[in-house]
């Protein structure tokens, strides 16, 4: 069964606190992607990912970090630096960055920060 | 970096109904693509329509892409209940660095009533 897990799916922090967000993949996809979604907004791109070991800020990056340790792991940190942490995070992965203008993207089903 | 706009931000139709969705953008783009969101899930592609294309099928879905206008749209066609989500339509340009961004919409909320 191929596709994209987030876990948690819910999940509750402090504020001050840091989180990390899991994000794995076993479609042997080389781009992975972060984006936050406020309700009623589209998707903005936190960080994204071409290949291992390699990543670049997207539009919204402050206060947030990842890591590309393997190509099947992309995990999300939601650093007490955020300001507004409380979001739904997707996740995504296409086959790869350099034409991924010309591929779709796979998500997954999300997690939902919420801090207090 | 450039956004794709839905119009409409929210749609009401019955059951059997058509829905036409609207998406508008700024600058040059390399493709344009339409997804799909259901209440608290992730999203799903639909469809991708290049830049030099016009009209793309897929099964009930119809999308038009009309680059002089930098506008497309997205028609569903006898809508079922089960259609009811958001739509986002997504921009694929270039944004520097031999590098391409999709960039999304804010979407449009269709509700379809039995």
């Known amino acids: 069964d191929g596709g994209i897990t987030q876990s948690p799916k819910y999940l509750f922090r402090k504020e001050g606190q840091n989180v990390t967000l899991s994000c794995e993949q076993n479609?042997?996809?080389?781009?992975m992607y972060w984006y936050r979604q406020d309700p009623g907004q589209g998707l903005r791109l936190i960080y994204y990912?071409?290949?291992?070991?390699?990543?670049q800020k997207g539009d919204i990056a402050e206060g947030y970090s990842v890591s590309r340790e393997k190509k099947e792991s992309f995990p999300l940190t939601v650093t007490s630096a955020q300001k507004n942490p409380t979001a739904f995070y997707l996740c995504?992965?296409?086959?790869?960055?350099?034409?991924?203008?010309?591929?779709?993207?796979?998500f997954g089903p999300g997690t939902r920060l919420t801090v207090t | 970096s450039q956004q794709g706009e839905e119009d409409p931000q929210a749609l009401s139709i019955q059951e059997g109904e058509n829905a036409t969705m609207n998406c508008s953008y700024k600058?040059?783009?390399?493709?344009l693509q339409w997804y799909r969101q259901n209440s608290g899930r992730g999203l799903v592609h639909l469809i991708l329509?290049?830049?030099?294309?016009r009209e793309k099928h897929s099964g009930r879905l119809r999308v038009t892409l009309d680059t002089s206008k930098k506008s497309s749209s997205l028609l569903i066609t006898a809508s079922r209940a089960a259609d009811t989500a958001s739509y986002f339509c997504?921009?694929?340009?270039?944004?520097?660095?031999?590098?391409?961004?999709?960039?999304f919409g804010k979407g449009t909320k269709l509700s379809v009533i039995p």
């Open positions: 600058t040059s783009i390399n493709n």
């Open positions: 990912s071409q290949i291992v070991n390699d990543f």
């Open positions: 329509i290049r830049s030099n294309e």
């Open positions: 479609l042997n996809h080389d781009a």
């Open positions: 997504a921009t694929d340009a270039y944004s520097g660095a031999g590098s391409y961004q999709l960039t």
């Open positions: 995504a992965s296409s086959i790869d960055h350099a034409t991924s203008g010309r591929n779709e993207q796979y």
